[in-house]
């Protein structure tokens, strides 16, 4: 069965810098999609960045970026030049494509950003 | 940007009743879901839908629970007679083709009490 797994429970970043959030996950599946969502404490789920694991080039949005590692299973998010808005519950989530299947998520990254 | 709309925000309802979450889901989408989060946990799956059917539902998605697109364009979430611990945020999503478009609703707290 595929696992997501977020290790961080809470990270803290200083406004202006950079911060990684780690995930990792478990399949023994080729071709899937992963995918960072952010929560703010409305509870809205918005879309980060998406990567597809048949690219090889690491998915990019702005501040926000992907290190990509297929062989590792790992899928980490950079935040460049922090801002007081980015401060959220991170989750990152595998999903396995085809008609019906369902996002899996990992239990989530608190990320405070100190001004 | 296209969006995927949930209607109430907010619902407060007696433990025992039943309570219906609306969502409208981006109108080229053809899959539809419906998640749950407990304050504080994660994102649970519940049930997805397709071609006007259940494709695979969670273990959570007991027989209380039921979906239905009643008229092409809204997606509903029955819960026939809630209990305290449903008390949660419900999440309808919904997508295009592969991975593209999976996109979620601003979601519907469900408070019972």
């Known amino acids: 069965a595929q696992t997501v797994t977020q290790s961080q429970p809470e990270m803290s970043v200083q406004e202006a810098e950079t911060v990684t959030l780690s995930c990792t996950y478990d399949t023994s599946e080729s071709d899937y999609y992963l995918f960072w969502y952010k929560q703010p404490p409305s509870r809205q789920m918005i879309l980060v960045i998406r990567q597809e694991a048949y690219k090889q080039q690491n998915a990019t949005e702005n501040r926000f970026s992907v290190n990509f590692q297929k062989a590792a299973k790992s899928f980490s998010l950079k935040i460049s030049d922090s801002q007081l808005g980015d401060a959220a519950m991170y989750f990152c989530?595998?999903?396995?494509?085809?008609?019906?299947?369902?996002?899996?998520f990992g239990t989530g990254t608190l990320l405070a950003v100190q001004p | 940007e296209p969006e995927v709309t949930q209607t109430p925000s907010h619902q407060v309802t007696q433990m025992g009743q039943e309570v219906i979450l609306r969502c409208v889901p981006i109108?080229?989408?053809?899959?539809f879901y419906w998640y749950r989060q407990i304050l504080g946990q994660k994102v649970e799956f519940l049930v997805s839908f397709y071609n006007n059917e259940i494709s695979e539902k969670s273990e959570i998605f007991d027989d209380q629970f039921s979906v239905e697109r009643p008229d092409g364009s809204n997606f509903t979430l029955k819960i026939r007679s809630t209990k305290l611990e449903d008390s949660a945020m419900y999440f309808c999503a919904s997508r295009g083709a592969y991975g593209y478009g999976y996109t979620f609703g601003s979601g519907t707290r469900l408070t019972v009490v």
């Open positions: 989530a595998y999903f396995l494509g085809g008609a019906t299947n369902k996002l899996i």
């Open positions: 109108s080229n989408h053809l899959y």
